[in-house]
Nanobody
Framework: QVQLVESGGGLVQAGDSLRLSCAAS????????MGWFRQFPGKEREFVAA????????QYADAVKGRFTVSRDNTKKTVYLEMNSLKPEDSGVYFC?????????????????WGQGTQVTVSS
């Protein structure tokens, strides 16, 4: 089993940066692809970014490409989401998720475990 705890959210202005962290417990973290999703009020959870088990491969939603970077440190059992040039439309609750395989995935159904989420609010 994997438990995930996100941190690093907050209130920032448009153009600012934030780094989200997701700390994991459990012995299988380093074997799993990890993902970040976000959810806006009244909307379904959507894919943001994902990284494979070793950190060598990643993928991003078109809306965040070039602005967000996902990375992981398996020695610390932590995955990160560096968010730059934030826009008001990036506001939402950001969730970390642990996948069922080694690979990164943009599919919600490929993730077994989820954190509680951290709020990101970007003011204009």
């Amino acid at each position: 089993q994997v438990q995930l705890v996100e941190s690093g959210g907050g209130l920032v202005q448009a153009g600012d940066s934030l780094r989200l962290s997701c700390a994991a417990s459990g012995r299988t973290f380093s074997n799993r692809g990890m993902g970040w999703f976000r959810q806006f009020p009244g909307k379904e959870r959507e894919f943001v970014a994902a990284v494979n088990w070793g950190g060598g491969a990643s993928q991003y939603a078109d809306a965040v490409k070039g602005r967000f970077t996902v990375s992981r440190d398996n020695t610390k059992k932590t995955v990160y989401l560096e968010m730059n040039s934030l826009k008001p439309e990036d506001s939402g609750v950001y969730f970390c998720a642990a996948g069922s395989s080694h690979y990164s995935s943009s599919n919600y159904g490929d993730y077994d475990y989820w954190g509680q989420g951290t709020q990101v609010t970007v003011s204009s």
